[in-house]
């Protein structure tokens, strides 16, 4: 019956409705994926629901082909603790470990167990995040042992057939499932009774806008955020040597994530992590002095080492020989095995079975990996850093040593022992640097206080970013005129009375102010302000190839002291100071590396760790490097690349360039010029004419 004759006889609209209904019946057979597999079996899924370990061994084993060591089953414990009871933990362990399989696998555990509705795991960039995603996605997908026990999870998403596409309209017994399968997110499929129904698995890369707001409306219209977030390797190499980057990572991280869940609400952390670098985001992390909050550990591949390490150098020796010669190394092999005995004395490492093909022993291994680059090797596998770069003594402790080596003293608190007060102010167009140091004999000084001017909201912050700055505090005053005011502003800030640990007030004896940039606004402003204390600074760093100060002949006028001169001068009608600061700058880590309650030894005030972290992480901002030339030996200091902020360093080397013009020396009292009684200006006069008849 053609359309024309349907339309006449008045059974079109019928004809229409019931192919309709057959083209729909026809769609929803097509979307149906019902009815629901049975599990294969109940007993090995209740089995591994227990522990994580027995889910990643019955589950994953071909992706783990070699024996678990101590610290796997550690970690994979540590994991399992973390989810349960919504706890912190960071862990460090060498490259190559498996962390990240683990971690993948550990999120699938909680979700089809139903022990979590949202986990999310974190990576360093968002690629790497979405990586673990489709990872634990082909998991769902291709694993059979997986969709044979947890078919209310794994089945709804096989029977996409790889087209996220279908996931709107699929049907499981005539209801939708509701999988959700987007680049940064998955929803496991909506089945009733299944505890992994609705479950949300989530990655994110640390410094993406996934982090904040992150939260679903479930099939319940149920609002849920991440309970469970684990962190796998939270860095790039850039960002872990640099330290701008690894204040943010560490803020997103310490702020961001841990409020992912929400106000109130706990949730699981865990970070396994593998250290870059001294002072990186890893290393810091998992340094209690710093961090205790996270429980860090570190565990190093090679635990002890051999007692025949005269024999690993010649295996070393043999070893090079052979790469040169375009070998495989195979020489080195063979003297080894032909010595395993005696190499292996002593020795011990944490997963035995970690070794490349060629090799024939895990220390062989580590060995290798030491002998051919050590820097790599305390890093990558031995979660232990190389804290003395580029040549650099051992005095030069690390940020987080800097920043743990406080005394008893509250802020802004000298001690008791207190002989004088120094500060020095870092002037720059955004920003004014200060810091204040109290100083006894023998030079055993304390920080008592620092900041900026104006003051920064923020705990950890870099010049370039300040808000609010100079001109944005002074805003009808010029570069010159924001600078004047803000030092006005800062000097009447110092100049008050400090307080002894006694109570006793005192008041700073000698502050300096850098003029290397806008020197005639520094001069004028210490020519005109009434504090006497004030003094303009000039630190340059002498080199090697230049004469040291002692040697310079001696202007008019001029006073001497170790590796400083107080010069006038005439045109801007000044006194000023101009100091080695490559010489003071060596000073300050000398300082800092003797123990508190030695002479000589300088300390911050008490705070933890994490309010110091910014002061000392600029007292690290530079390397050194030990230089030979003119029969002199010099440290020169400079910037490292990654470290654009130093002026709490500067702050602190113009302290002891102020103490030191107060006479304060290592050899303390007994090597101190007396002071003396001030001399009027009148008298001064009469013994010159008295001199000069």
């Known amino acids: 019956?053609?359309?024309?004759?349907?339309?006449?006889?008045?059974?079109?609209?019928?004809?229409?409705?019931?192919?309709?209904?057959?083209?729909?019946?026809?769609?929803?057979?097509?979307?149906?994926?019902?009815?629901?597999?049975?599990?294969?079996?109940?007993?090995?899924?209740?089995?591994?629901?227990?522990?994580?370990?027995?889910?990643?061994?019955?589950?994953?084993?071909?992706?783990?082909?070699?024996?678990?060591?101590?610290?796997?089953?550690?970690?994979?414990e540590k994991i399992q603790r973390v989810i349960e009871r919504r706890q912190f933990a960071a862990v460090s362990y060498m490259r190559g470990f498996g962390k990240t399989s683990i971690l993948e696998r550990a999120l699938l555990w909680a979700t089809l167990y139903g022990l979590a509705d949202y986990v999310v795991m974190i990576g360093a960039t968002k690629p790497r995040a979405v990586d673990n995603l489709n990872t634990i996605r082909r998991e769902l997908e291709l694993n059979d042992l997986l969709f044979a026990d947890f078919p209310a999870a794994a089945h709804p998403i096989r029977a996409l057939d790889g087209i996220k596409n279908k996931a709107g309209g699929q049907l499981l017994d005539g209801k939708q499932t509701r999988i959700v399968w987007t680049e940064s997110r998955l929803v496991l499929p909506t089945v009733e009774g299944a505890k992994s129904s609705n479950a949300v698995i989530g990655v994110a890369g640390l410094t993406g806008a996934e982090i904040r707001g992150s939260k679903y409306l479930n099939a319940r219209?149920?609002?849920?955020?991440?309970?469970?977030?684990?962190?796998?390797?939270?860095?790039?190499?850039?960002?872990?040597?640099?330290?701008?980057q690894t204040a943010q990572r560490e803020s997103l991280i310490t702020n961001d994530v841990r409020g992912m869940a929400g106000p109130g609400k706990p949730i699981s952390l865990l970070a396994a992590v593998t250290i870059i670098a001294p002072g990186c985001l890893a290393d810091r992390l998992t340094d209690r002095a710093i961090h205790p909050e996270w429980r860090g550990e570190r565990h190093p591949f090679l635990k002890t080492w051999p007692d025949r390490m005269d024999l690993w150098e010649t295996f070393g020796g043999i070893l090079t020989d052979d790469l040169l010669a375009d070998g495989d190394g195979s020489s080195a092999t063979k003297f080894y095995r032909s010595h395993r005995d005696e190499m292996d004395a002593g020795a011990s490492v944490s997963w035995p079975d970690r070794y490349d093909p060629g090799e024939i022993s895990a220390l062989q291994h580590a060995m290798t990996a030491f002998l051919v680059d050590p820097d790599y090797f305390f890093s990558e596998y031995q979660a232990a850093p190389n804290r003395a770069e580029d040549g650099e003594s051992e005095d030069l402790l690390s940020p987080g040593d800097v920043a743990a080596k406080c005394n008893s003293q509250k802020r802004g608190v000298a001690p008791l022992s207190t002989q004088y007060l120094t500060a020095f102010v870092d002037c720059h167009q955004r920003l004014l640097y200060w810091t204040v140091c109290a100083w006894?004999?023998?030079?055993?000084?304390?920080?008592?206080?620092?900041?900026?001017?104006?003051?920064?909201?923020?705990?950890?912050?870099?010049?370039?970013?300040?808000?609010?700055?100079?001109?944005?505090?002074?805003?009808?005053?010029?570069?010159?005129?924001?600078?004047?005011?803000?030092?006005?502003?800062?000097?009447?800030?110092?100049?008050?009375?400090?307080l002894r640990e006694d109570n006793t007030p005192l008041t700073i004896d000698?502050?300096?102010?850098?003029?290397?940039?806008?020197?005639?606004?520094?001069?004028?402003?210490?020519?005109?302000?009434?504090?006497?204390?004030?003094?303009?600074?000039?630190?340059?760093?002498?080199?090697a190839k230049k004469r040291p100060m002692a040697e310079w002949a001696?202007?008019?006028?001029?006073?001497?002291?170790?590796?400083?001169?107080?010069?006038t001068d005439a045109a801007e009608?000044?006194?000023?100071?101009?100091?080695?600061?490559?010489?003071?700058?060596s000073f300050v880590h000398s300082r800092l590396a003797v123990s508190i309650g030695d002479p000589g030894s300088l300390s911050l005030f008490a705070a933890r760790p994490s309010t110091h972290r910014l002061f000392?992480?600029?007292?690290?901002?530079?390397?050194?490097?030990?230089?030979?030339?003119?029969?002199?030996?010099?440290?020169?200091?400079?910037?490292?690349?990654?470290a654009p902020d130093n002026h709490y360093f500067d702050c602190l080397v113009g302290c002891h360039v102020a103490a030191s013009l107060l006479g304060i020396s290592l050899e303390g009292d007994e090597q101190r010029k007396p002071r003396g009684r001030r001399l009027k200006l009148s008298e001064m006069r009469r013994r010159k004419r008295e001199r000069g008849a």
Request: hydrophobic fraction near 35%; include cysteine.
């Open 554 to 567: 001696k202007k008019s006028g001029e006073r001497v002291g170790p590796h400083w001169r107080l010069r």
């Open 573 to 585: 009608r000044v006194r000023y100071i101009l100091h080695d600061a490559n010489y003071w700058k």
């Open 221 to 244: 219209l149920e609002v849920v955020r991440p309970q469970v977030v684990l962190i796998d390797d939270p860095e790039t190499r850039e960002s872990a040597h640099s330290l701008f």
């Open 440 to 498: 006894t004999d023998r030079f055993s000084g304390a920080v008592i206080d620092y900041g900026v001017f104006p003051d920064q909201k923020s705990k950890h912050f870099s010049l370039r970013e300040a808000r609010p700055t100079l001109s944005q505090k002074f805003q009808r005053a010029g570069v010159e005129g924001a600078l004047y005011q803000g030092l006005q502003a800062l000097a009447a800030h110092l100049n008050r009375p400090w």
């Open 1 to 76: 019956m053609t359309q024309e004759t349907l339309k006449k006889s008045g059974n079109y609209s019928s004809h229409k409705h019931r192919a309709a209904q057959r083209q729909a019946e026809q769609s929803r057979a097509g979307r149906e994926i019902g009815p629901l597999p049975a599990v294969q079996d109940p007993a090995r899924k209740a089995a591994a629901e227990k522990s994580l370990q027995i889910f990643v061994d019955t589950y994953f084993r071909d992706t783990f082909p070699l024996e678990w060591s101590a610290d796997h089953k550690d970690l994979i």
């Open 510 to 543: 000698r502050c300096l102010i850098d003029r290397g940039w806008k020197s005639e606004v520094v001069n004028r402003f210490c020519r005109e302000n009434p504090w006497a204390a004030l003094t303009p600074a000039n630190g340059f760093g002498l080199t």
């Open 616 to 642: 000392s992480e600029h007292l690290r901002a530079e390397a050194r490097t030990r230089v030979e030339a003119s029969g002199r030996i010099v440290d020169e200091w400079d910037l490292r690349p990654a």
